[in-house]
């Protein structure tokens, strides 16, 4: 038992999920029970289990080889938001807040405080929980890296070593063939995995939400290339890039998210319009999609989930209740998660880190 009183913990992944959520959940679970001796549950797809009472417990066996396991044991939801919950009533669906369920649950089980992963969605509704006066803390999750306050969130890394790998491969295939190769990577509204996998990646034009372009420029670089004797150009696009004088491309509208817009389709649209004006050009365009979510996590990743998942429960046991724990520099920190929420962190066109970019030659087609 903890100090403050707290016995037993649910754990809950939410949202899409990304490498590093086991890694999370086995830290939390064996920091919880060799350090404080607590009981562990894990509730069964994210905010749905919890109002279905649905768990497992997570024990030390429960939660053995899984460091390195990519997806989460526990099953992840992005559909389920428990403060507007679709439940049928008299066979037709209606939207209800149905929060006051799963803390009902929660007491029934004597489960004291919950661990929640997850990206904006998921911490929102832990946000709202702590308002409700449940004992919550927040571990950040998204390959977007678009998360405010924490440095970096757990995936990311994982994302942008597939990328570059991605990268690497396109190189020498446009290499032989003298072609234009663009790689179209997530991201959401933020440019980072782009940003990111194209340095490490020596991409020639980067194109990212934050910087809208315009495609003469991207002609140009690539006519640059060419007088200096570099046949082909590699062009890495975020899936939320968009012209300046256009808009995103949305790929569907999930209509039961409460997040329903996914984009994607940038990279073929900027493939068509690009052999359009290059003409003797040829311009192929790869979507790396899910790739970037599946597999593995990076060792980074890794231990980056690792001192998450040891520090939510730190913050437990100093009952920083409604936190988020967070990274700041080299050390594991906390913000409140009202100061986190709905704070989406974008890259800074003229950072540090896009004029690093600029200054090696790097076009962001602007
Ligand atoms: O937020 C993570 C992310 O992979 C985004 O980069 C992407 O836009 C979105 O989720 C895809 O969502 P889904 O898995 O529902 O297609």
New binding site residues.
């Given amino acids: 038992m903890m100090n403050n009183g707290i016995k037993k913990i649910g754990i809950l992944t939410g949202?899409?999920?990304?490498p590093g959520l086991n890694a999370v959940i086995r830290a939390a679970t064996r920091t919880a029970i060799l350090k404080y001796d607590l009981e562990v549950i894990g509730y069964i797809f994210g905010y749905r289990g919890l109002y279905n009472n649905e768990f497992t417990n997570l024990t030390l066996k429960e939660v053995s080889g899984i460091e390195h396991r990519g997806g989460t044991i526990l099953y992840s939801s992005?559909k389920d938001n428990l403060f507007d919950y679709t439940v049928e009533e008299d066979g037709v669906k209606v939207k209800k807040d149905v929060s006051d369920i799963a803390i009902e649950n929660m007491r029934k089980e004597n489960v004291d405080a919950l661990i929640i992963i997850g990206?904006d969605g998921t911490l929102t509704s832990g946000r709202d929980f702590a308002r409700k006066g449940v004992k919550v803390i927040g571990v950040p999750k998204?390959?977007?890296n678009?998360l405010a306050v924490t440095d970096v969130t757990f995936g990311f890394n994982s994302?942008i070593v597939v990328a570059t790998d991605a990268l690497d491969r396109l190189h020498t295939t446009a290499e032989s063939h003298h072609r234009i190769m663009i790689l179209e990577v997530?991201?959401?509204n933020a440019g980072w995995?782009a940003l990111e996998a194209g340095i490490a990646g020596s991409a020639d034009v980067i194109l990212i939400p934050e910087i809208p372009y315009d495609i003469n420029k991207i002609v140009e670089k690539i006519r640059y290339r060419e007088s200096i004797g570099k046949l082909f150009s590699i062009i890495v696009v975020a899936?939320?890039a968009k012209p300046k004088d256009g808009d995103v491309v949305v790929?569907?509208i999930?209509a039961d998210?409460p997040d329903p817009i996914?984009?994607?389709g940038i990279g073929n649209k900027l493939a068509y319009d690009l052999e359009t004006l290059l003409v003797e050009n040829e311009v192929r365009c790869t979507v790396l999609g899910?790739l970037?979510?599946g597999g593995s996590p990076s060792t980074y990743d890794r231990i980056l989930a690792t001192r998450y998942g040891v520090g939510s429960i730190e913050l437990l046991n100093e009952s920083r209740f409604g936190n988020m724990i967070c990274l700041k520099g080299t050390h594991m920190s906390f913000v409140h998660l009202e100061n986190v929420i709905g704070r989406n962190k974008q890259v800074e066109p003229n950072g540090e880190i896009a004029n690093t970019a600029r200054s090696i030659g790097i076009s962001f087609g602007d």
Avoid: W, Y
Avoid at 15 to 18: E, P, R, S, T, Y
């Fill in positions: 949202g899409g999920d990304c992005n990206g998204t390959i977007d678009d994302a997530m991201g959401r995995i899936e939320g790929q569907k999930v998210s996914r984009l994607g899910h970037q979510r």
